[in-house]
């Protein structure tokens, strides 16, 4: 056990709050850390919405750098923040538990905009199409930064609310009182999840991380980007998409959708399966809503985003 193993991250507080978690499990299994702090393109551009700036992998780049080149060995991600396709070489090593999936409307204490006119701000195309399915007379600007950023721009603003992850807010205590949770909107794919990935190559790291993994939410998360993938191939789009596992009856239950980015186009499927059938659940369901009208939906996506 006398090899360290130097686990990188991002520099913001939910970043190394995660880092710090898979540290923790790893000193428990009695393996020597350490962790190494790392700034992503994604953490300082802050003036253009992520979709401009080739979102794939903008939060994850410098971190495979690092990873490739030798200055770190493991690397702790958002789950939604990792493209499906890894780089050449590097492998996901482990899914940690899953926490909260659920989005949340922090407001300012006061909700009638939402039976008129509002602002809510977000930078993801994702939560503005739900919103904007939901409340088609709301406006939805741009808001961009790590958790701690974007609630101080809630603040100096004159919008009625943003949507956050409840999961990022809970782990570093930023949830305030005046939230409601968005049951009806349907998560990013692998939402809530934190993932861990090292070298093809490196069997001690893999070693020590395939004991971190959780199998339930491995499944889970697999099935949800699954069917991201095979919806977008490699674009942005404003998709959902959430699995949970029925112990009871031995259940996959999966929703997924695909919105236009004005949300005024909605294509979705929910459906309960066999666990038997979980492997090819997210390409299955894909394809549903391709044949569905998708197919169109996303290049009409795709030529949107090119202007």
């Given at each position: 056990m006398t090899k360290k193993i130097r686990i990188g991250t991002r520099d913001s507080e939910l970043a190394l709050w995660q880092a710090h978690t898979v540290q923790h499990q790893l000193q428990q299994l009695g393996y020597s850390t350490e962790i190494v702090a790392v700034k992503s393109t994604g953490d300082i551009i802050l003036d253009k919405p992520l979709y401009e700036l080739g979102i794939t992998g903008i939060f994850t780049k410098t971190l495979d750098a690092?990873?490739?080149?030798?200055?770190i060995d493991i690397a702790v991600h958002s789950m939604k923040d990792v493209p499906t396709t890894l780089p050449q070489g590097i492998v996901q090593a482990a899914v940690l538990e899953r926490a909260n999936t659920v989005d949340i409307l922090v407001h300012k204490g006061n909700l009638d905009f939402l039976n008129g006119n509002g602002t809510i701000a977000t930078g993801s195309l994702r939560r503005q199409a739900q919103w904007l399915n939901k409340y088609p007379n709301h406006?939805?600007?741009?808001?961009?930064?790590?958790?701690?950023?974007?609630?101080?721009?809630?603040?100096?603003?004159?919008w009625n609310g943003a949507v956050f992850a409840a999961a990022g807010l809970e782990r570093i205590n930023l949830k305030p009182e005046t939230y409601i949770d968005l049951d009806w909107m349907i998560p990013?794919?692998?939402?809530?999840?934190?993932?861990?990935?090292?070298?093809?190559?490196?069997?001690?790291?893999?070693d020590a991380l395939s004991q971190l993994n959780h199998i339930e939410t491995e499944i889970c998360t697999y099935i949800e980007r699954q069917f991201l993938r095979t919806l977008e191939g490699?674009?942005?789009?404003?998709?959902?998409?959430?699995?949970?596992?029925?112990?009871a009856n031995d259940t996959i239950h999966f929703q997924g959708v695909l919105f236009s980015i004005d949300g005024q186009q909605k294509i979705e499927i929910d459906k309960t399966v066999d666990i038997s059938e979980w492997k090819k659940l997210g390409f299955h369901s894909a394809q549903e809503i391709l044949n569905n009208g998708g197919n169109e939906l996303m290049a009409d996506i795709k030529s949107k985003l090119k202007k």
């Open positions: 690092a990873m490739i080149s030798g200055k406006t939805v600007v741009d808001l961009r930064g790590n958790v701690n950023t974007r609630m101080q721009k809630l603040q100096e603003n004159d990013a794919p692998a939402q809530g999840a934190m993932v861990v990935v090292a070298m093809e190559h490196d069997e001690f790291a893999l490699g674009c942005t789009a404003p998709i959902g998409a959430l699995a949970k596992y029925d112990e």
